[in-house]
Every structure is written in C-alpha cells, then in structure tokens.
C-alpha cells in the first residue's frame, strides 16, 4: 500500500507498505516530521517516519504489532519499544534516555 507521508516545509515521502501505519503530527511540541521510508526488520517490512529533535533526528519504526522485544540501547542508540493500537512501534535516537522518553510520551499520548 502506497504511503505518502507529508512532512514539515511540505515535504512528500511515499513509502509501500501491506499496511496503514499511524503518523503523527508532533511539530507543535517540538518534533517535525521530516519524512519517511520502509526498511526491513527482522524480515518484515517497517514503516519508519524520520521525526526532528533539536539536532537530532528519531526513526519511529512501526509493524503490526508482533511479539519482538528491543534492547534499551542499540550500537551506541537509545531504543525504545511500544504498542500503538494494532502495531508495535520502536523509537531510535542518539537523543539521551530521558528525552527519547519524553518523545514517547508525546507519541502515545497524541491523536
């Protein structure tokens, strides 16, 4: 399924995937979305929108939701695993601990 993703300063992405994932709209507190791609996880196509934080970008992979777990770091990059409805999300950044935590309260907690 075709995905265009529009992004902050109207930037199209269009990413395929099997599958609708969730995008949200996180630049009124600090977090433009700044485009989007499919990689492959674990054999799965995924879902990853690229979100601005500050100097620093986030890749928020979504799949339907699975059964994969994530280490709390990654070569050096904070993850962090979560349920979003029918998918199962992973947020990944060289952001610290505590800010990459503040951007998934901000994602599960919007609309």
Not at 47 to 60: E, F, K, N, S
């Amino acid at each position: 399924m075709p995905i265009t993703v529009c992004g902050s300063s109207s930037l199209l992405t269009q990413v395929t995937t099997d599958f609708a994932p969730p995008v949200k709209d996180l630049e009124a507190v600090g977090y433009p979305l700044r485009g989007g791609r499919v990689d492959v996880v674990d054999g799965r196509n995924a879902a990853v929108l690229v979100y601005q934080a500050g100097a620093h970008t986030i890749d928020v992979s979504i799949q339907p939701r699975g059964t994969g777990t994530a280490p709390a770091t990654l070569r050096g990059f904070n993850v962090r695993r979560f349920d979003d409805g029918d998918f199962s999300v992973w947020a990944v950044s060289d952001l610290n601990g505590r800010e990459l935590d503040a951007f998934v309260e901000r994602w599960t907690s919007a609309e």
